[in-house]
């Protein structure tokens, strides 16, 4: 029994890089339509900022460096989506999706290479964070304290863009632009500036998972693709735009990328795309999407 709860809290532990990475593209999907693939990249941005930090701010006590690591990686990875919110993407909405999939993909390419050129080829290793916490007696097992603080930081991080969403005022309007962008502006919303701030809150989120990974796996090149490509099946599964998709989608996800490692590590993530086709196939438009 305990090994069985300690898989689901793994689970849990996917599931949180995958909801906050897939909530800032169903942030930046459904209030702006676009398919924004440089979102891999962003998240890779973030975490070579919080590896960086940690490594450099030693004369600071651990937990406060690394608070300010997690920050740092949220306000560049933010600021880096807003400046390509306006800089790029703006004059792609009224383009066809094939250009948004090309220019945001263009991006992607950008963002590594600058990735590249500020901290060259090489691993950036901040295990500290991990080291310190330590694990905790969980049952017959321990369990690292880490991955708890991973899935109560993505819990936090869900319940206050839920009330960004649902009760502040720049959330009603960011709800009616992904419901009815014509009659939004036709009420006056200011579509251009909640547009950059959907896309700098998703961007921000993304740097947010990025550097919440770091102290388990290294920063290299590269590491944004596959919670890219994960996070587009929580996004598809989940339905397009959706936040609750998004949530949801996140924790079917992780609980079978869990299991699948321990009881068919072989086919964990063909496992993991047939069971999405066979999800999409009874509800093509994925759990909580639109029709």
Known sequence: MGNWLVYILNGLYFASFLFLTSLGLSIILGVMGILNLAHGSLFALGAFVSAWLIGTLTGLPPGIAFLVALLAAMLVAG???????????????????????????????????????????????????????????FLTNQYPVYFLFVIAVSFLAGIAIWLIMGKTRVGIMLRAISMDRDMARAMGIR????????????????????ALIVPTTPALLGIGMEPLIIAFIVVVLGGLGSLKGALIGSLIVGEIRSFGIVLFPEVELPLLFTIAVLILVVKPEGLFGSK
């Open 79 to 137: 600021l880096m989506g807003i400046l390509i919110e306006t800089s790029i993407i703006r004059p792609m909405y009224t383009r066809a999706l094939e250009y948004q999939l090309l220019i945001t993909f263009g991006t992607l390419l950008v963002i590594e290479d600058l990735i590249k050129m500020i901290w060259g080829g090489t691993a950036y290793y901040a295990s500290k964070p991990f080291t310190i916490m330590g694990n905790m007696h």
């Open 191 to 210: 579509i251009g500036r909640l547009n950059t701030l959907a896309f700098g809150m998703g961007a921000a989120l993304a740097g947010l998972a990025g």
